[in-house]
């Protein structure tokens, strides 16, 4: 296992299409972390996952916004009728249960470009 | 107001020089606190801890100051290979999911 896998690496989509991105975890890691990052700005965080169960949602993330993550497993990101305002570099990190941040893995990504 | 807000810079040095700046924080409850380094389109990477008493990694120095809520890093000795973005990072909750300030563009020059 190398790390945590995000695909696509980038995707270009129309405005008011639908896109889901994929985020593979370290395996051994039961908590999973979605953030948001706009050009200049920090990542912000969206929801997190420990095990299947979804423990929290940003207020970022609108009802055009549902994350899943079956089996405790890899998760999936989903945007409906995505605006140009979506358009950010999407970041997923896991983490062991009870690390701090010594324990976090950042995947390289997903950007998003809605046109 | 922003949970954690840093100086965005950017801050243009030589090669050689030393280089600080600070984030401050805006909740007296947190309890974790981290300096990230990202390069341009690429993902946040870990650059080191800040402790209460200061730390140094290299040519890193890291400090906290709990009662002014502010974290500083300074690099001595810069190199052309720390031109990045800095990002100030917290933790305030038992969920450790990460505050980012917005980041401290640092370019190093030749």
């Known amino acids: 296992d190398t790390g945590v896998s995000q695909d696509p690496r980038h995707k270009i989509t129309k405005r008011g299409q639908n896109v889901t991105f994929r985020c593979d975890p370290i395996?051994?890691?039961?908590?999973l972390y979605w953030y948001r990052q706009t050009l200049g700005q920090g990542p912000e965080f969206l929801t997190y996952?420990?095990?299947?169960?979804?423990?929290?949602k940003s207020r970022l993330l609108s009802d055009r916004f549902s994350a899943e993550r079956p089996k405790g497993s890899f998760s999936t990101l989903e945007i409906q009728r995505t605006e140009q305002g979506d358009s950010a570099m999407y970041l997923c990190?896991?983490?062991?249960?009870?690390?701090?941040?010594?324990?976090?893995?950042f995947g390289s990504g997903t950007r998003l470009t809605v046109v | 107001r922003k949970e954690v807000e840093q100086d965005p810079g950017p801050f243009n040095v030589p090669e050689g020089a030393t280089v600080a700046f600070n984030c401050t924080y805006s909740?007296?409850?947190?309890?974790?606190f981290f300096w990230y380094r990202q390069d341009c389109r690429k993902e946040p990477k870990l650059l080191m801890s800040?402790?209460?008493s200061g730390n140094e990694d290299g040519r890193f120095t890291a400090q906290l100051n709990r009662a002014s809520q502010y974290i500083s890093l300074l690099i001595r000795d810069s190199k052309l290979s720390d031109s990045a973005t800095y990002l100030c990072?917290?933790?305030?909750?038992?969920?450790?999911?990460?505050?980012f300030g917005a980041g401290t563009t640092v370019t190093v020059r030749a």
């Open positions: 990072v917290v933790i305030s909750g038992s969920d450790y999911k990460l505050s």
């Open positions: 909740n007296s409850a947190s309890q974790s």
């Open positions: 800040v402790y209460s």
């Open positions: 990190a896991s983490s062991p249960r009870g690390a701090d941040t010594y324990g976090y893995t």
């Open positions: 395996s051994e890691h039961n908590r």
């Open positions: 996952f420990q095990n299947e169960a979804q423990l929290e």
